[in-house]
């Protein structure tokens, strides 16, 4: 008796696994906005039972069963695509008998493992590497549910669209958070004046000219508090990038993001030949660099790669000692992302060349914390 006939369209299956991912954004997405507005309301002037009832219904029970409903979706995406890969395996080995090829079973132990990590490889293949993606400054923090900053799980997203095999892209915690004040998104307000009509329609012009004083003037400020709480921001984390330079291996955010791929590792085995790929966006540079020497040494695995995307700050030299291939992707108008450090010199060239700029540039590095790092740096030398 025949068995049944089984066709797989590979197109279709594709296009149904990166719909779960679109929706899968879109549904993250929505969750920071329900999140954001409800905090608002819980923040602000209202007061009694009411809102701690409703907190409790947001946080115990919306904001969880939409977690839920990410996490379903993000299953489905990686459950496609393991189909898909599942089928094209089974289509290859029903066809080497026809091909005068002996089975992959008979013929290599393994290939069921390779097959595991999106790939069916030969004895001595290298299965595609794992992926770290660590996060730049002025991170909002991880993404609900996830582990992750927004550009870093974009980022990790771009990667699997792609067909990259999804449970080989690992975002890392984030680091970099903005600071105190760092980031503000005030309106001006929204005033109108009176409308009695009649005989006291005087006072309605009177009302409605002082409205529209106190609104241009609000929307002004809102504007240009706004524009100094990104400048501040910006500020705040070039200097946390420049501490982790300076720090090298050392450096706080250096230290958390390789436990937590320490842990990976443990957890999540490599398979046999498969490499390490560390990829740095804007500061991220800075810590990715280290990043591969100490995975090196410390877990043995082999970092194949270091990837910076926009980091002016990156030391190359330490991270060319490890990795196979140290890259930079940059936009071509991104003139703050551009390689400006890339070496072990400019640990001890560039803080003796701030140290004798002129006051005023002194004076926001004390304010920031970055005037000692910069002294320790020379003391160091």
Do not use: C
């Amino acid at each position: 008796m025949a068995g049944d006939v089984i066709q797989v369209n590979y197109d279709e299956l594709t296009a149904v696994a990166a719909l779960f991912g679109q929706q899968g954004r879109e549904q993250t997405d929505l969750v920071r906005a329900v999140q954001a507005r409800a905090q608002v309301l819980i923040d602000g002037s209202w007061e009694g039972m009411g809102v701690a009832a409703f907190a409790a219904e947001i946080h115990g029970t919306v904001l969880p069963a939409m977690t839920r409903l990410i996490s379903a979706l993000e299953d489905a995406q990686r459950v496609t695509l393991d189909i898909h890969a599942l089928m094209r395996e089974a289509e290859e080995e029903a066809a080497r008998p026809f091909r005068g090829e002996a089975y992959a079973g008979d013929a290599q132990q393994g290939a069921v493992a390779a097959s595991e990590a999106g790939a069916i490889t030969g004895p001595g293949s290298i299965p595609p590497p794992r992926i770290y993606i660590v996060n730049g400054i002025n991170s909002r923090g991880n993404v609900l549910g996830l582990i992750g900053d927004d550009d870093s799980i974009e980022l990790e997203r771009l990667i699997e669209r792609r067909g990259y095999d999804p449970r080989q892209v690992v975002s890392t915690p984030a680091i970099y958070g903005r600071p105190p004040l760092g980031d503000l998104n005030l309106d001006g307000t929204n005033l109108s004046g009176t409308n009695f009509g009649g005989w006291l329609s005087p006072a309605d012009w009177i009302t409605g000219a002082a409205a529209g004083g106190v609104n241009l003037v609000t929307s002004a400020g809102a504007t240009i508090a706004n524009a100094g709480s990104q400048a501040w921001s910006s500020l705040y984390g070039s200097a946390e990038v420049w501490n982790e330079y300076a720090a090298g291996e050392h450096g706080r955010y250096t230290q958390q993001t390789y436990n937590f791929v320490q842990r990976d590792l443990a957890n999540n085995p490599l398979l046999p030949n498969q490499q390490v790929i560390l990829m740095g966006h804007s500061g991220g540079g800075a810590v990715v660099d280290d990043l591969a020497g100490m995975i090196e040494r410390k877990t043995g695995a082999d970092v194949s790669a270091v990837v910076t995307l926009g980091s002016p700050i990156s030391n190359y030299d330490v991270a060319g000692r490890y990795a196979e291939q140290v890259v930079d992707l940059q936009h071509r108008f991104d003139f703050v992302g551009k390689s400006y450090i890339r070496s072990d010199e400019s640990r001890y060239a560039l803080p003796l060349a701030m140290m004798s700029a002129p006051t005023p540039v002194q004076g926001v590095l004390r304010a920031v914390g970055l005037e000692q790092t910069l002294w320790r740096s020379v003391d160091d030398s």
